[in-house]
Nanobody, 123 residues
Framework: QVQLVESGGGLVQAGGSLRLSCADS????????AGWFRQAPGKEREFVAS????????YYADSVKGRFTISRDNAKNTVYLQMSSLKPEDTAVYYC????????????????WGQGAQVTVSS
């Protein structure tokens, strides 16, 4: 079992940066690939980034490539999403998730989810 808790969300001006963290209190996160998704009001949940168990592979949505960086520290059972050059269209609730494969971009490919963290980017 995995129990994920996100932190680090908030309000930031366009062009600014935020770092989201996702910690697993059950200390089993290192056994899973991890992903970040986001959901804006009235929209479907969409893939943002993912990382393999040992951080050897990372994947990004085209909309965030070059601006966001996913990383993980398995000793701390934590996955991070560093977000830079933020845009108002990045405003959403961000969710971290754990699953079997990092090369997976659909929400159904991930079995465990955090509660979400609000990120609001003002123009």
């Amino acid at each position: 079992q995995v129990q994920l808790v996100e932190s680090g969300g908030g309000l930031v001006q366009a062009g600014g940066s935020l770092r989201l963290s996702c910690a697993d209190s059950k200390r089993t996160f290192s056994s899973y690939a991890a992903g970040w998704f986001r959901q804006a009001p009235g929209k479907e949940r969409e893939f943002v980034a993912s990382i393999s168990r040992l951080a050897l592979s990372t994947y990004y949505a085209d909309s965030v490539k070059g601006r966001f960086t996913i990383s993980r520290d398995n000793a701390k059972n934590t996955v991070y999403l560093q977000m830079s050059s933020l845009k108002p269209e990045d405003t959403a609730v961000y969710y971290c998730a754990a699953g079997a494969s990092s090369n997976a971009r659909g929400p159904l490919d991930y079995a465990y989810w955090g509660q979400g963290a609000q990120v609001t980017v003002s123009s």
